[in-house]
Protein backbone atom coordinates (compact mmCIF):
# COMPACT_ATOMS: atom_id res chain seq x y z
CA UNK A 1 0.00 0.00 0.00
CA UNK A 2 1.20 3.34 -1.01
CA UNK A 3 2.35 5.79 2.01
CA UNK A 4 -0.04 8.66 2.18
CA UNK A 5 2.32 11.83 2.93
CA UNK A 6 1.44 14.57 5.37
CA UNK A 7 -0.46 17.32 3.66
CA UNK A 8 0.75 20.05 5.95
CA UNK A 9 4.03 18.81 5.94
CA UNK A 10 6.56 21.66 4.60
CA UNK A 11 10.16 21.29 3.01
CA UNK A 12 12.66 24.02 1.96
CA UNK A 13 12.99 23.39 -1.63
CA UNK A 14 16.39 25.50 -1.53
CA UNK A 15 15.03 29.01 -3.09
CA UNK A 16 14.88 31.81 -0.60
CA UNK A 17 11.51 32.15 1.16
CA UNK A 18 9.93 28.81 -0.43
CA UNK A 19 8.38 25.93 1.04
CA UNK A 20 6.75 23.04 -0.82
CA UNK A 21 4.73 20.70 0.29
CA UNK A 22 6.91 17.10 0.42
CA UNK A 23 4.95 15.89 -3.02
CA UNK A 24 5.41 19.18 -4.66
CA UNK A 25 8.98 18.56 -3.91
CA UNK A 26 9.31 15.10 -4.96
CA UNK A 27 7.14 15.75 -8.29
CA UNK A 28 9.54 18.60 -8.84
CA UNK A 29 12.67 16.75 -8.47
CA UNK A 30 11.04 13.84 -10.74
CA UNK A 31 10.43 16.51 -13.70
CA UNK A 32 13.83 18.13 -13.26
CA UNK A 33 15.30 14.93 -14.32
CA UNK A 34 18.90 13.92 -14.45
CA UNK A 35 19.54 17.77 -14.17
CA UNK A 36 17.85 17.95 -10.76
CA UNK A 37 20.48 18.72 -8.82
CA UNK A 38 21.94 21.31 -11.47
CA UNK A 39 18.66 22.76 -11.88
CA UNK A 40 17.94 22.88 -7.97
CA UNK A 41 21.33 24.93 -7.80
CA UNK A 42 20.35 27.33 -10.41
CA UNK A 43 16.99 28.04 -9.01
CA UNK A 44 18.81 28.64 -5.10
CA UNK A 45 21.46 31.05 -6.86
CA UNK A 46 19.18 32.75 -9.66
CA UNK A 47 18.99 36.33 -9.03
CA UNK A 48 15.26 36.79 -9.10
CA UNK A 49 15.20 40.87 -7.14
CA UNK A 50 14.45 41.97 -10.79
CA UNK A 51 12.87 39.14 -12.22
CA UNK A 52 10.09 41.08 -13.68
CA UNK A 53 9.46 44.30 -15.85
CA UNK A 54 6.69 46.79 -15.11
CA UNK A 55 3.70 46.86 -17.29
CA UNK A 56 3.42 50.16 -18.78
CA UNK A 57 6.81 51.32 -19.96
CA UNK A 58 7.59 53.05 -22.89
CA UNK A 59 9.36 51.30 -25.75
CA UNK A 60 12.72 52.62 -24.83
CA UNK A 61 11.90 52.66 -20.95
CA UNK A 62 11.45 48.83 -22.00
CA UNK A 63 14.53 48.23 -23.67
CA UNK A 64 16.84 50.30 -21.68
CA UNK A 65 15.41 48.20 -18.61
CA UNK A 66 15.83 44.73 -20.36
CA UNK A 67 19.77 46.07 -21.14
CA UNK A 68 20.23 47.26 -18.05
CA UNK A 69 19.09 43.19 -16.35
CA UNK A 70 20.85 41.79 -18.71
CA UNK A 71 24.19 43.29 -17.73
CA UNK A 72 23.12 42.34 -14.05
CA UNK A 73 22.00 38.74 -14.98
CA UNK A 74 25.48 38.66 -16.64
CA UNK A 75 27.74 40.03 -13.79
CA UNK A 76 26.26 37.08 -11.78
CA UNK A 77 26.73 34.44 -14.01
CA UNK A 78 23.18 34.52 -15.62
CA UNK A 79 23.42 34.68 -19.44
CA UNK A 80 26.91 33.70 -21.05
CA UNK A 81 26.83 30.69 -19.01
CA UNK A 82 27.95 28.05 -21.28
CA UNK A 83 29.89 29.74 -23.62
CA UNK A 84 33.46 29.49 -24.51
CA UNK A 85 35.32 32.60 -23.68
CA UNK A 86 38.68 32.21 -25.12
CA UNK A 87 39.80 29.50 -27.79
CA UNK A 88 40.83 25.92 -26.40
CA UNK A 89 38.01 26.13 -24.34
CA UNK A 90 35.00 23.49 -24.40
CA UNK A 91 31.49 25.00 -24.70
CA UNK A 92 29.19 23.40 -21.61
CA UNK A 93 25.39 22.95 -23.79
CA UNK A 94 24.21 21.72 -20.14
CA UNK A 95 25.24 25.23 -18.28
CA UNK A 96 23.65 27.03 -21.45
CA UNK A 97 20.06 25.24 -21.48
CA UNK A 98 19.77 25.67 -17.48
CA UNK A 99 20.81 29.53 -17.40
CA UNK A 100 17.56 29.89 -20.24
CA UNK A 101 15.65 27.94 -18.71
CA UNK A 102 15.96 30.43 -15.60
CA UNK A 103 15.51 33.35 -17.82
CA UNK A 104 12.33 31.74 -18.98
CA UNK A 105 10.79 32.46 -15.22
CA UNK A 106 10.91 36.13 -15.50
CA UNK A 107 10.61 38.14 -18.28
CA UNK A 108 10.41 37.31 -21.64
CA UNK A 109 11.77 40.65 -23.08
CA UNK A 110 15.67 40.01 -21.31
CA UNK A 111 15.18 36.09 -21.94
CA UNK A 112 15.09 36.59 -25.72
CA UNK A 113 17.89 39.47 -25.50
CA UNK A 114 20.43 37.18 -23.62
CA UNK A 115 19.33 34.26 -26.63
CA UNK A 116 20.57 37.01 -29.27
CA UNK A 117 22.83 37.77 -27.38
CA UNK A 118 24.72 34.95 -26.36
CA UNK A 119 22.97 32.07 -27.89
CA UNK A 120 22.93 33.34 -31.59
CA UNK A 121 25.61 35.68 -31.86
CA UNK A 122 28.18 34.50 -29.47
CA UNK A 123 27.19 30.98 -30.32
CA UNK A 124 27.47 31.53 -34.37
CA UNK A 125 31.48 32.97 -33.15
CA UNK A 126 31.79 29.92 -30.69
CA UNK A 127 30.84 27.38 -33.37
CA UNK A 128 31.53 28.71 -36.87
CA UNK A 129 34.94 30.91 -36.34
CA UNK A 130 38.20 29.60 -35.36
CA UNK A 131 40.44 29.95 -32.50
CA UNK A 132 41.51 33.66 -34.09
CA UNK A 133 37.73 34.74 -34.21
CA UNK A 134 37.13 32.67 -30.51
CA UNK A 135 40.71 34.98 -28.83
CA UNK A 136 39.77 38.00 -30.69
CA UNK A 137 36.24 38.35 -30.01
CA UNK A 138 34.37 36.06 -27.16
CA UNK A 139 36.10 37.87 -24.65
CA UNK A 140 34.17 41.03 -25.35
CA UNK A 141 30.75 39.21 -26.50
CA UNK A 142 30.07 37.13 -23.51
CA UNK A 143 31.33 40.43 -21.14
CA UNK A 144 29.22 42.62 -23.45
CA UNK A 145 31.56 44.80 -24.23
CA UNK A 146 30.20 43.99 -28.05
CA UNK A 147 26.35 43.23 -28.19
CA UNK A 148 25.48 42.02 -31.49
CA UNK A 149 23.13 40.39 -34.02
CA UNK A 150 22.45 37.50 -35.31
CA UNK A 151 21.58 38.56 -39.29
CA UNK A 152 20.20 35.72 -41.52
CA UNK A 153 16.57 36.23 -41.86
CA UNK A 154 15.66 38.76 -44.85
CA UNK A 155 12.32 40.25 -45.78
CA UNK A 156 12.16 37.85 -48.88
CA UNK A 157 13.67 34.66 -47.33
CA UNK A 158 12.20 33.60 -43.79
CA UNK A 159 12.56 29.71 -43.76
CA UNK A 160 14.25 29.50 -47.17
CA UNK A 161 17.98 29.96 -45.62
CA UNK A 162 19.30 28.84 -48.53
CA UNK A 163 17.49 31.00 -50.71
CA UNK A 164 18.86 34.14 -49.36
CA UNK A 165 19.95 37.19 -51.11
CA UNK A 166 22.71 39.36 -49.40
CA UNK A 167 25.86 38.67 -50.85
CA UNK A 168 29.81 38.00 -49.79
CA UNK A 169 32.06 39.34 -52.19
CA UNK A 170 35.92 37.90 -52.30
CA UNK A 171 38.15 41.16 -53.47
CA UNK A 172 41.17 39.53 -54.14
CA UNK A 173 42.75 43.04 -55.10
CA UNK A 174 42.44 44.10 -51.08
CA UNK A 175 41.79 41.15 -49.50
CA UNK A 176 38.48 41.83 -48.25
CA UNK A 177 34.94 41.02 -48.59
CA UNK A 178 32.10 43.01 -50.04
CA UNK A 179 28.58 42.71 -48.13
CA UNK A 180 26.06 43.59 -50.26
CA UNK A 181 21.96 43.82 -50.06
CA UNK A 182 21.44 43.22 -53.70
CA UNK A 183 17.63 43.92 -53.25
CA UNK A 184 15.04 45.09 -51.19
CA UNK A 185 14.20 41.81 -50.42
CA UNK A 186 17.61 41.32 -49.43
CA UNK A 187 16.80 43.13 -45.98
CA UNK A 188 17.68 42.07 -42.52
CA UNK A 189 14.74 41.96 -40.87
CA UNK A 190 13.14 41.45 -37.20
CA UNK A 191 17.28 41.29 -36.12
CA UNK A 192 17.68 41.12 -32.17
CA UNK A 193 19.97 44.33 -31.10
CA UNK A 194 19.61 45.72 -34.81
CA UNK A 195 17.56 48.75 -33.85
CA UNK A 196 19.66 50.32 -31.10
CA UNK A 197 22.02 48.63 -29.17
CA UNK A 198 24.19 46.23 -31.28
CA UNK A 199 27.41 47.10 -32.98
CA UNK A 200 28.35 44.20 -34.83
CA UNK A 201 26.17 41.58 -36.87
CA UNK A 202 26.97 37.92 -38.02
CA UNK A 203 25.69 38.13 -41.80
CA UNK A 204 24.54 35.48 -43.69
CA UNK A 205 25.00 35.38 -47.28
CA UNK A 206 25.90 33.74 -50.87
CA UNK A 207 29.81 33.99 -51.25
CA UNK A 208 30.82 34.42 -54.14
CA UNK A 209 35.05 33.53 -54.69
CA UNK A 210 36.04 35.13 -58.51
CA UNK A 211 32.79 34.91 -59.63
CA UNK A 212 31.65 31.14 -58.45
CA UNK A 213 29.14 30.74 -55.61
CA UNK A 214 29.81 28.65 -52.90
CA UNK A 215 26.88 29.14 -50.83
CA UNK A 216 25.87 30.19 -47.29
CA UNK A 217 28.49 31.41 -45.35
CA UNK A 218 28.45 34.15 -42.19
CA UNK A 219 30.57 37.00 -42.01
CA UNK A 220 31.41 39.73 -38.77
CA UNK A 221 30.07 42.54 -39.60
CA UNK A 222 30.73 46.11 -37.58
CA UNK A 223 27.40 48.45 -37.49
CA UNK A 224 27.83 51.14 -35.65
CA UNK A 225 30.21 52.77 -34.05
CA UNK A 226 31.70 54.17 -30.59
CA UNK A 227 29.19 56.82 -30.68
CA UNK A 228 26.45 54.56 -32.02
CA UNK A 229 26.56 55.80 -35.35
CA UNK A 230 25.68 53.44 -38.45
CA UNK A 231 29.03 52.16 -40.33
CA UNK A 232 29.60 53.55 -43.85
CA UNK A 233 27.55 51.63 -46.06
CA UNK A 234 25.22 50.07 -43.06
CA UNK A 235 21.42 51.46 -43.05
CA UNK A 236 19.52 50.23 -39.88
CA UNK A 237 16.04 51.00 -39.16
CA UNK A 238 13.77 50.00 -35.95
CA UNK A 239 10.84 48.07 -36.54
CA UNK A 240 9.20 49.83 -33.26
CA UNK A 241 6.12 48.21 -31.38
CA UNK A 242 5.44 44.87 -31.85
CA UNK A 243 2.98 41.97 -30.32
CA UNK A 244 4.96 41.68 -27.48
CA UNK A 245 8.13 41.31 -25.97
CA UNK A 246 9.02 45.29 -26.10
CA UNK A 247 12.04 45.02 -24.68
CA UNK A 248 14.09 43.44 -27.45
CA UNK A 249 15.10 46.18 -29.88
CA UNK A 250 14.36 44.27 -33.46
CA UNK A 251 15.46 46.13 -36.59
CA UNK A 252 16.40 45.98 -40.18
CA UNK A 253 19.81 45.76 -42.00
CA UNK A 254 21.15 46.74 -44.88
CA UNK A 255 24.30 46.90 -46.84
CA UNK A 256 25.76 49.11 -49.29
CA UNK A 257 28.82 47.35 -50.59
CA UNK A 258 30.53 47.63 -47.10
CA UNK A 259 33.93 46.21 -46.77
CA UNK A 260 35.98 43.79 -43.97
CA UNK A 261 39.14 41.93 -43.85
CA UNK A 262 39.02 38.63 -45.16
CA UNK A 263 39.39 37.23 -41.68
CA UNK A 264 36.17 38.59 -40.40
CA UNK A 265 34.76 35.05 -42.41
CA UNK A 266 33.65 32.68 -39.54
CA UNK A 267 35.39 30.12 -41.51
CA UNK A 268 35.28 26.65 -39.32
CA UNK A 269 33.56 25.15 -41.98
CA UNK A 270 34.63 26.91 -45.51
CA UNK A 271 36.54 30.16 -46.42
CA UNK A 272 39.25 31.82 -48.11
CA UNK A 273 42.89 30.98 -47.60
CA UNK A 274 45.92 33.01 -48.33
CA UNK A 275 46.21 32.42 -51.78
CA UNK A 276 42.54 34.06 -52.48
CA UNK A 277 41.62 30.08 -52.75
CA UNK A 278 38.22 28.76 -51.30
CA UNK A 279 38.86 25.60 -49.69
CA UNK A 280 36.49 23.48 -47.15
CA UNK A 281 37.00 20.51 -45.39
CA UNK A 282 33.41 19.33 -46.62
CA UNK A 283 33.36 19.51 -50.75
CA UNK A 284 29.46 19.06 -50.54
CA UNK A 285 27.93 22.08 -50.74
CA UNK A 286 24.53 21.02 -49.11
CA UNK A 287 26.10 19.03 -46.57
CA UNK A 288 28.34 21.62 -45.61
CA UNK A 289 24.97 24.33 -45.64
CA UNK A 290 23.31 21.75 -42.94
CA UNK A 291 26.54 21.00 -40.95
CA UNK A 292 27.30 24.73 -40.06
CA UNK A 293 23.40 24.98 -39.72
CA UNK A 294 23.13 22.18 -37.52
CA UNK A 295 25.82 23.63 -35.03
CA UNK A 296 23.41 26.45 -34.20
CA UNK A 297 20.61 23.85 -32.86
CA UNK A 298 20.76 24.34 -29.59
CA UNK A 299 18.96 27.70 -30.17
CA UNK A 300 15.70 25.48 -31.08
CA UNK A 301 16.49 23.17 -27.83
CA UNK A 302 16.80 26.51 -25.72
CA UNK A 303 13.12 28.05 -27.67
CA UNK A 304 11.35 24.65 -26.78
CA UNK A 305 12.55 24.52 -23.30
CA UNK A 306 11.58 28.27 -22.74
CA UNK A 307 7.81 27.85 -24.43
CA UNK A 308 7.77 24.84 -22.27
CA UNK A 309 8.61 26.98 -19.07
CA UNK A 310 6.19 30.17 -20.10
CA UNK A 311 3.08 27.19 -20.31
CA UNK A 312 4.48 26.07 -16.65
CA UNK A 313 4.45 30.19 -15.20
CA UNK A 314 0.79 30.47 -16.96
CA UNK A 315 -0.68 26.89 -15.62
CA UNK A 316 0.83 27.69 -12.08
CA UNK A 317 -0.94 31.01 -12.25
CA UNK A 318 -4.14 29.97 -13.10
CA UNK A 319 -4.25 26.68 -10.73
CA UNK A 320 -2.99 28.31 -7.63
CA UNK A 321 -5.52 30.92 -8.69
CA UNK A 322 -8.28 28.60 -9.27
CA UNK A 323 -7.66 26.95 -5.57
CA UNK A 324 -8.41 30.25 -3.72
CA UNK A 325 -11.27 31.96 -6.39
CA UNK A 326 -14.70 30.95 -5.12
CA UNK A 327 -17.80 31.45 -7.67
CA UNK A 328 -21.27 30.97 -7.06
CA UNK A 329 -22.68 29.56 -3.66
CA UNK A 330 -24.72 25.76 -2.88
CA UNK A 331 -26.78 24.72 -0.29
CA UNK A 332 -23.52 22.64 0.99
CA UNK A 333 -21.46 25.59 0.22
CA UNK A 334 -22.32 28.45 1.76
CA UNK A 335 -18.95 30.13 1.41
CA UNK A 336 -18.88 29.37 -2.17
CA UNK A 337 -17.53 26.87 -4.90
CA UNK A 338 -14.32 26.68 -5.19
CA UNK A 339 -12.86 27.07 -9.22
CA UNK A 340 -11.00 24.11 -9.44
CA UNK A 341 -13.99 22.07 -8.05
CA UNK A 342 -15.93 22.70 -11.19
CA UNK A 343 -15.36 19.93 -13.71
CA UNK A 344 -15.28 21.78 -16.85
CA UNK A 345 -12.31 23.61 -14.80
CA UNK A 346 -10.62 20.82 -13.90
CA UNK A 347 -10.97 19.82 -17.93
CA UNK A 348 -9.60 23.00 -18.62
CA UNK A 349 -6.14 22.97 -16.38
CA UNK A 350 -5.48 19.45 -15.60
CA UNK A 351 -4.89 17.73 -19.09
CA UNK A 352 -2.68 20.92 -19.95
CA UNK A 353 -0.63 20.21 -17.03
CA UNK A 354 -0.44 16.75 -17.60
CA UNK A 355 0.72 17.70 -20.70
CA UNK A 356 3.33 20.26 -19.94
CA UNK A 357 4.77 17.71 -17.53
CA UNK A 358 5.22 15.44 -20.54
CA UNK A 359 6.84 17.55 -22.83
CA UNK A 360 9.25 18.47 -19.65
CA UNK A 361 10.30 14.56 -19.73
CA UNK A 362 10.60 14.90 -23.32
CA UNK A 363 12.71 17.65 -23.14
CA UNK A 364 14.77 16.49 -20.78
CA UNK A 365 15.82 13.88 -23.06
CA UNK A 366 16.43 16.33 -25.90
CA UNK A 367 18.83 18.34 -24.02
CA UNK A 368 20.48 15.21 -23.13
CA UNK A 369 21.23 14.72 -26.42
CA UNK A 370 22.28 17.84 -26.92
CA UNK A 371 25.08 17.72 -24.23
CA UNK A 372 26.14 14.73 -25.06
CA UNK A 373 26.89 15.73 -29.25
CA UNK A 374 28.02 19.87 -27.94
CA UNK A 375 29.63 19.05 -24.75
CA UNK A 376 32.50 16.40 -25.86
CA UNK A 377 30.36 12.91 -26.06
CA UNK A 378 31.04 10.22 -28.92
CA UNK A 379 28.44 11.29 -31.75
CA UNK A 380 28.08 10.17 -34.90
CA UNK A 381 26.36 11.77 -37.91
CA UNK A 382 23.21 9.76 -37.51
CA UNK A 383 23.18 11.51 -34.01
CA UNK A 384 23.44 14.73 -35.00
CA UNK A 385 20.39 14.40 -37.43
CA UNK A 386 18.01 13.00 -35.01
CA UNK A 387 19.41 15.90 -32.41
CA UNK A 388 18.14 18.07 -35.55
CA UNK A 389 15.11 16.28 -35.98
CA UNK A 390 14.03 15.85 -32.32
CA UNK A 391 15.15 19.99 -31.79
CA UNK A 392 12.68 21.13 -34.81
CA UNK A 393 10.06 19.29 -33.59
CA UNK A 394 9.99 19.38 -29.54
CA UNK A 395 10.34 23.07 -30.57
CA UNK A 396 7.04 23.25 -32.66
CA UNK A 397 4.79 21.38 -30.50
CA UNK A 398 6.16 22.58 -27.21
CA UNK A 399 5.41 26.28 -28.19
CA UNK A 400 2.01 25.86 -29.85
CA UNK A 401 1.07 24.09 -26.70
CA UNK A 402 2.70 27.31 -24.28
CA UNK A 403 0.48 29.41 -26.85
CA UNK A 404 -2.71 27.52 -26.66
CA UNK A 405 -2.17 27.18 -22.44
CA UNK A 406 -1.42 30.49 -21.72
CA UNK A 407 -4.55 31.58 -23.85
CA UNK A 408 -6.37 28.78 -22.04
CA UNK A 409 -4.96 30.22 -18.54
CA UNK A 410 -6.06 33.81 -19.27
CA UNK A 411 -9.80 32.71 -19.82
CA UNK A 412 -9.75 30.38 -16.61
CA UNK A 413 -8.49 33.69 -14.37
CA UNK A 414 -11.89 35.67 -15.87
CA UNK A 415 -11.82 39.64 -16.09
CA UNK A 416 -8.87 38.88 -13.36
CA UNK A 417 -7.04 36.93 -16.02
CA UNK A 418 -7.10 40.36 -18.21
CA UNK A 419 -4.99 42.72 -15.88
CA UNK A 420 -2.02 43.17 -16.71
CA UNK A 421 -0.77 42.93 -12.93
CA UNK A 422 -1.05 39.37 -12.64
CA UNK A 423 1.01 38.42 -15.62
CA UNK A 424 -0.96 36.60 -18.21
CA UNK A 425 -1.75 38.88 -21.06
CA UNK A 426 2.49 39.91 -20.78
CA UNK A 427 3.55 36.27 -20.89
CA UNK A 428 0.60 35.72 -24.02
CA UNK A 429 2.05 38.27 -25.65
CA UNK A 430 5.55 37.90 -25.52
CA UNK A 431 5.55 33.54 -25.86
CA UNK A 432 3.12 34.81 -29.24
CA UNK A 433 6.51 34.72 -31.74
CA UNK A 434 7.80 31.73 -29.96
CA UNK A 435 6.59 30.18 -32.44
CA UNK A 436 7.52 31.75 -35.09
CA UNK A 437 11.03 32.29 -34.40
CA UNK A 438 13.98 29.62 -34.78
CA UNK A 439 11.52 28.43 -37.29
CA UNK A 440 8.08 28.45 -38.10
CA UNK A 441 6.43 25.67 -36.76
CA UNK A 442 4.64 24.14 -39.74
CA UNK A 443 7.58 24.54 -41.51
CA UNK A 444 9.33 22.54 -38.59
CA UNK A 445 6.69 20.24 -38.29
CA UNK A 446 7.16 19.52 -42.37
CA UNK A 447 10.81 18.86 -41.87
CA UNK A 448 10.23 15.93 -39.09
CA UNK A 449 8.02 14.65 -41.65
CA UNK A 450 10.92 14.51 -44.48
CA UNK A 451 13.24 12.95 -41.97
CA UNK A 452 10.57 10.42 -41.55
CA UNK A 453 10.10 9.18 -45.27
CA UNK A 454 13.63 9.87 -45.83
CA UNK A 455 14.71 6.73 -43.44
CA UNK A 456 11.33 5.08 -44.65
CA UNK A 457 12.50 5.39 -47.96
CA UNK A 458 15.79 3.60 -47.43
CA UNK A 459 14.63 0.85 -44.90
CA UNK A 460 10.97 0.21 -47.64
CA UNK A 461 13.07 0.06 -50.51
CA UNK A 462 10.81 -2.15 -53.13
CA UNK A 463 9.18 -4.24 -50.55
CA UNK A 464 6.16 -6.02 -50.97
CA UNK A 465 2.86 -5.42 -48.27
CA UNK A 466 4.10 -7.83 -45.85
CA UNK A 467 7.63 -6.31 -45.85
CA UNK A 468 6.79 -3.11 -46.37
CA UNK A 469 4.71 -3.00 -42.69
CA UNK A 470 7.88 -5.25 -40.98
CA UNK A 471 9.94 -2.62 -42.43
CA UNK A 472 6.99 0.59 -41.32
CA UNK A 473 7.64 -0.81 -37.85
CA UNK A 474 10.99 -0.71 -37.72
CA UNK A 475 11.18 2.81 -38.85
CA UNK A 476 8.45 3.93 -35.82
CA UNK A 477 10.45 2.30 -33.55
CA UNK A 478 13.98 2.43 -34.06
CA UNK A 479 15.07 4.79 -36.86
CA UNK A 480 15.01 8.75 -37.03
CA UNK A 481 14.49 9.00 -33.45
CA UNK A 482 15.88 5.87 -31.54
CA UNK A 483 13.46 4.81 -28.82
CA UNK A 484 13.80 6.58 -25.27
CA UNK A 485 15.18 5.18 -22.38
CA UNK A 486 12.22 3.31 -21.59
CA UNK A 487 13.41 1.27 -24.63
CA UNK A 488 12.66 -2.38 -23.21
CA UNK A 489 9.64 -1.52 -21.26
CA UNK A 490 8.05 0.22 -24.80
CA UNK A 491 8.62 -2.97 -26.73
CA UNK A 492 7.25 -5.14 -24.05
CA UNK A 493 3.81 -3.10 -23.48
CA UNK A 494 3.27 -2.78 -27.34
CA UNK A 495 3.94 -6.48 -27.37
CA UNK A 496 1.58 -6.98 -24.59
CA UNK A 497 -1.49 -4.41 -26.49
CA UNK A 498 -1.05 -6.21 -29.90
CA UNK A 499 -2.73 -9.23 -28.19
CA UNK A 500 -5.33 -8.17 -26.63
CA UNK A 501 -5.55 -4.27 -27.14
CA UNK A 502 -9.40 -3.81 -26.99
CA UNK A 503 -9.30 -5.91 -23.81
CA UNK A 504 -7.09 -3.59 -21.60
CA UNK A 505 -8.47 -0.48 -19.29
CA UNK A 506 -8.31 2.87 -20.69
CA UNK A 507 -5.62 3.93 -18.09
CA UNK A 508 -3.52 0.34 -18.97
CA UNK A 509 0.03 1.88 -20.40
CA UNK A 510 0.51 -0.78 -22.45
CA UNK A 511 -2.98 0.15 -24.28
CA UNK A 512 -1.46 3.40 -24.63
CA UNK A 513 1.99 2.61 -26.07
CA UNK A 514 0.30 0.43 -28.11
CA UNK A 515 -2.81 3.57 -29.59
CA UNK A 516 0.51 5.83 -30.10
CA UNK A 517 1.99 3.52 -32.52
CA UNK A 518 -0.25 2.63 -34.62
CA UNK A 519 -0.97 5.83 -34.88
CA UNK A 520 2.41 7.19 -35.96
CA UNK A 521 3.16 3.49 -38.00
CA UNK A 522 -0.42 4.01 -40.28
CA UNK A 523 -0.25 7.22 -40.64
CA UNK A 524 3.78 6.95 -42.02
CA UNK A 525 3.01 4.19 -44.29
CA UNK A 526 -0.13 5.59 -46.36
CA UNK A 527 2.38 9.02 -46.46
CA UNK A 528 4.99 7.43 -47.94
CA UNK A 529 2.55 5.18 -50.44
CA UNK A 530 1.10 8.44 -51.34
CA UNK A 531 4.54 10.29 -51.71
CA UNK A 532 5.73 7.46 -53.74
CA UNK A 533 3.52 8.01 -56.40
CA UNK A 534 4.49 11.70 -56.61
CA UNK A 535 8.21 10.43 -57.25
CA UNK A 536 8.21 13.61 -54.99
CA UNK A 537 9.13 16.04 -58.23
CA UNK A 538 5.24 17.21 -58.36
CA UNK A 539 4.95 20.67 -56.43
CA UNK A 540 0.73 20.02 -56.47
CA UNK A 541 0.72 16.34 -55.80
CA UNK A 542 3.49 17.03 -52.80
CA UNK A 543 1.32 20.21 -51.74
CA UNK A 544 -2.18 18.37 -51.37
CA UNK A 545 -0.16 16.29 -48.98
CA UNK A 546 0.93 18.77 -46.67
CA UNK A 547 -1.98 17.99 -43.88
CA UNK A 548 -1.13 14.31 -43.56
CA UNK A 549 2.60 15.39 -43.13
CA UNK A 550 2.00 17.79 -40.49
CA UNK A 551 -0.23 14.97 -38.74
CA UNK A 552 2.60 12.17 -39.42
CA UNK A 553 4.85 14.51 -37.23
CA UNK A 554 2.67 15.16 -34.40
CA UNK A 555 2.03 11.57 -33.91
CA UNK A 556 5.55 10.98 -34.58
CA UNK A 557 6.02 13.71 -31.76
CA UNK A 558 3.51 12.32 -29.75
CA UNK A 559 4.58 8.81 -29.47
CA UNK A 560 8.06 10.32 -28.21
CA UNK A 561 6.64 12.77 -25.67
CA UNK A 562 4.79 9.43 -24.58
CA UNK A 563 7.88 7.06 -24.36
CA UNK A 564 9.99 9.81 -22.41
CA UNK A 565 7.00 10.35 -19.76
CA UNK A 566 6.82 6.72 -19.21
CA UNK A 567 11.27 6.69 -19.17
CA UNK A 568 10.36 9.66 -16.36
CA UNK A 569 8.29 7.40 -14.38
CA UNK A 570 10.42 4.69 -14.38
CA UNK A 571 13.07 6.74 -12.99
CA UNK A 572 10.94 8.36 -10.11
CA UNK A 573 11.69 6.54 -6.86
CA UNK A 574 8.99 8.09 -4.25
CA UNK A 575 6.36 6.25 -4.31
CA UNK A 576 3.80 8.94 -3.80
CA UNK A 577 4.97 10.78 -6.94
CA UNK A 578 5.10 7.82 -8.58
CA UNK A 579 1.47 6.98 -8.30
CA UNK A 580 0.69 10.75 -9.34
CA UNK A 581 2.73 10.82 -12.40
CA UNK A 582 0.95 7.55 -13.22
CA UNK A 583 -2.11 9.05 -13.75
CA UNK A 584 -0.89 12.42 -14.89
CA UNK A 585 0.72 10.42 -17.83
CA UNK A 586 -2.48 8.41 -18.36
CA UNK A 587 -4.17 11.97 -18.42
CA UNK A 588 -1.75 12.71 -21.15
CA UNK A 589 -2.40 9.78 -23.11
CA UNK A 590 -5.95 10.13 -23.35
CA UNK A 591 -6.20 13.70 -23.93
CA UNK A 592 -4.17 12.55 -26.68
CA UNK A 593 -6.04 9.85 -28.17
CA UNK A 594 -9.43 11.87 -27.47
CA UNK A 595 -8.20 14.32 -29.39
CA UNK A 596 -8.13 12.21 -32.48
CA UNK A 597 -10.83 10.38 -31.53
CA UNK A 598 -12.19 10.13 -35.00
CA UNK A 599 -9.00 9.22 -36.66
CA UNK A 600 -8.83 5.82 -34.25
CA UNK A 601 -12.81 4.83 -34.88
CA UNK A 602 -12.43 5.26 -39.24
CA UNK A 603 -8.86 3.31 -38.71
CA UNK A 604 -10.65 0.50 -36.28
CA UNK A 605 -8.02 0.85 -33.60
CA UNK A 606 -10.91 1.79 -31.24
CA UNK A 607 -14.59 1.15 -31.05
CA UNK A 608 -17.32 4.22 -30.72
CA UNK A 609 -18.15 2.68 -27.37
CA UNK A 610 -14.75 2.60 -26.31
CA UNK A 611 -14.12 6.49 -27.88
CA UNK A 612 -17.43 7.24 -25.50
CA UNK A 613 -15.58 5.63 -22.32
CA UNK A 614 -12.67 8.18 -23.06
CA UNK A 615 -14.77 11.09 -22.03
CA UNK A 616 -16.11 9.58 -18.73
CA UNK A 617 -12.41 8.46 -17.63
CA UNK A 618 -10.53 11.92 -18.10
CA UNK A 619 -13.07 12.65 -15.81
CA UNK A 620 -12.52 10.27 -13.44
CA UNK A 621 -8.80 11.12 -13.58
CA UNK A 622 -9.55 14.80 -13.09
CA UNK A 623 -10.79 14.14 -10.26
CA UNK A 624 -8.16 12.02 -8.72
CA UNK A 625 -5.82 14.55 -9.53
CA UNK A 626 -8.11 17.58 -7.91
CA UNK A 627 -6.77 16.94 -4.03
CA UNK A 628 -2.95 17.15 -5.66
CA UNK A 629 -3.56 20.52 -7.68
CA UNK A 630 -1.58 22.68 -5.71
CA UNK A 631 1.44 19.97 -5.50
CA UNK A 632 1.06 19.66 -9.02
CA UNK A 633 1.53 23.27 -9.60
CA UNK A 634 4.99 23.24 -7.39
CA UNK A 635 5.72 20.22 -9.24
CA UNK A 636 6.37 22.22 -12.48
CA UNK A 637 9.03 23.88 -11.01
CA UNK A 638 8.25 27.90 -10.98
CA UNK A 639 8.52 29.15 -7.20
CA UNK A 640 5.37 30.99 -6.48
CA UNK A 641 7.00 34.37 -5.36
CA UNK A 642 8.62 34.11 -9.26
CA UNK A 643 5.25 34.11 -10.24
CA UNK A 644 4.68 37.55 -10.65
CA UNK A 645 0.89 37.34 -9.81
CA UNK A 646 -0.71 40.29 -7.98
CA UNK A 647 -3.88 38.46 -7.26
CA UNK A 648 -1.84 35.77 -5.76
CA UNK A 649 -0.28 37.89 -3.16
CA UNK A 650 -3.24 39.51 -1.52
Known amino acids: MTMTMDPSARVDSGVPGEQLTELGANLRHALDGQLAVERATARS ?15 EQAREWVLNRLRELDATGFGSAGLITKAGESPDPAAAVLAFEMLSMGDLSTLIKSGVQFGLFGGAVSNLGTSWHHDTFMPDITSLKILGCFAMTE ?3 GSDVAGIETTITFVPETDEFEINSETPEATKAYIGNAARDGSMAVVFGQLLVRGRNHGVHVVLVPIRDADGKDMPGVTTGDQGLKGGLLGVDNGTLRFERVRVPRRMLLDRYGGVDDTGTYRAEITNPNRRFFTMLGTLVRGRVCIAAGGGIAARRALSIATRYGLQRRQFTTPDRPEGVTLLDY ?20 QNELTAALVRIQGGGEYTERDQRELETRAAGLKAITTRFANDAIQSCREACGGAGYLSENGLVGLRADADIFATFEGDNTVLLQLVAKALLTEYKQVWGDLDRVGMVQATARVVGQAVLERTAANVLIDRLVATARRQSEELALVDRAWHAWAFEERERHALESLARRMRRTSGRDFEAVNRLSEHMLFVARAHLERVTLEAFIAGIEACTDPEAKAV ?9 LASINEDRAWFMEHSRISPARAKAIGAQLNALCAELRPQALELAEGLGVPAAWLGAAFLEK
Not at 581 to 589: D, G
Open 45 to 59: TFPAEHLHREPGQTI
Open 155 to 157: LGH
Open 343 to 362: LTHQRRLLPAIARSYALGFA
Open 581 to 589: LQRLCSLYA
